[in-house]
């Protein structure tokens, strides 16, 4: 009886593991979270809330760096919507991938955000923006060429 239970618990923890509907929610709360600490320019407090993979890789001031660039070029969130979502679980892990068409004040960018685990243990992985506002024009390669010193390309 209780090896029947055990059962039951484990497959209640699996299946809600795998629930795509609770991973995209939970995913879209923490979105939310960024988006404010990125608004509030809180650099220190949006690798803090990230995952601990993420906090190896990504210095504070790296992610002061990524801050202050989308902002220059971006501006502040205006909107942002959910275009695509994933969800994986593989080797007892779960992924969650969302991804986000956001208007920021000065143009559009696709946010890519990667998750891992779920609920309450859901972490940040990997955050990802591109928009054509983010790349370099030639001028800009120039400027970063003379300060150098070195080739850019």
């Given at each position: 009886?209780?090896?029947?239970?055990?059962?039951?618990?484990?497959?209640?923890?699996?299946?809600?593991?795998?629930?795509?509907?609770?991973?995209?929610?939970?995913?879209?709360?923490?979105?939310?979270?960024?988006?404010?600490?990125?608004?509030?320019?809180?650099?220190?407090?949006?690798?803090?809330?990230?995952?601990?993979?993420?906090?190896?890789?990504?210095?504070?001031?790296?992610?002061?760096?990524?801050?202050?660039?989308?902002?220059?070029?971006?501006?502040?969130?205006q909107s942002s919507k959910q275009t695509g979502f994933n969800t994986g679980f593989n080797n007892g892990t779960t992924t969650t991938t969302i991804v986000m068409q956001t208007r920021f004040e000065r143009g559009e960018a696709t946010e890519t955000y990667v998750f891992t685990g779920s609920g309450k243990d859901m972490e940040l992985l990997n955050w990802n923006v591109t928009s054509p506002l983010l790349e370099l024009s030639p001028e800009d390669m120039k400027k970063l060429t003379e300060e150098t010193g070195e080739a850019v390309g």
């Open positions: 009886m209780k090896f029947r239970m055990f059962l039951a618990a484990v497959a209640a923890l699996a299946l809600a593991a795998c629930n795509p509907g609770a991973q995209v929610e939970d995913a879209r709360g923490q979105i939310d979270k960024f988006h404010a600490l990125y608004g509030a320019g809180d650099a220190k407090g949006f690798r803090e809330a990230s995952g601990v993979a993420f906090r190896k890789t990504v210095t504070e001031e790296q992610v002061q760096g990524l801050m202050t660039l989308f902002s220059k070029r971006l501006g502040k969130v």
